[in-house]
């Protein structure tokens, strides 16, 4: 009994079409990765700014 899902013809095609998911799906992962840790630094960053800030206000008064 042959197989109904095995079609020569079609078979590259469906793994053409998988490979660029792969790749897509790698390439949104390592974005979202990226925006995640950029989001991150920036957050501590304003912050260490912001306490930075009320700092230096407390020294001058002192």
């Known amino acids: ?12 095609v469906i793994t053409d079409q998988l490979s660029w998911r792969c790749i897509m799906y790698i390439d949104e992962t390592i974005i979202a990765g990226l925006l995640v840790v950029g989001m991150t ?22």
């Open 41 to 62: 630094i920036a957050f501590f960053g304003g912050v260490y700014v912001v306490l930075k800030k009320e700092n230096d206000k407390h020294r001058k008064h002192h």
């Open 1 to 12: 009994m042959a197989n109904p899902l095995h079609n020569p013809t079609k078979d590259h």
